[in-house]
């Protein structure tokens, strides 16, 4: 089994960051949260690892109550 991994891990954040930005650009709040879904579902997909995704989800809540 896999583990999550919390250190960085990204060859170039800023770049994934404008990107992710960009992409939302122009969407109602609505399309946004589909989009926002869709990528979820598909980089859960490739992850494809159930521990590692719910490592990740518990991770997200735990962070969202700093």
């Known amino acids: 089994m896999n583990t999550l991994t919390n250190e960085p891990n990204l ?4 770049d994934f960051y404008e990107a992710l930005i960009e992409t939302h650009a122009g969407l109602s709040e609505d399309e946004s949260h589909a989009l926002n ?30």
């Open 37 to 66: 879904a869709r990528l979820i579902l598909l980089l859960a997909n490739h992850i494809g690892d159930l521990g590692v995704l719910k490592a990740a989800l518990a991770a997200a809540r735990e962070a969202r109550a700093l």
């Open 11 to 14: 060859d170039a954040p800023d």
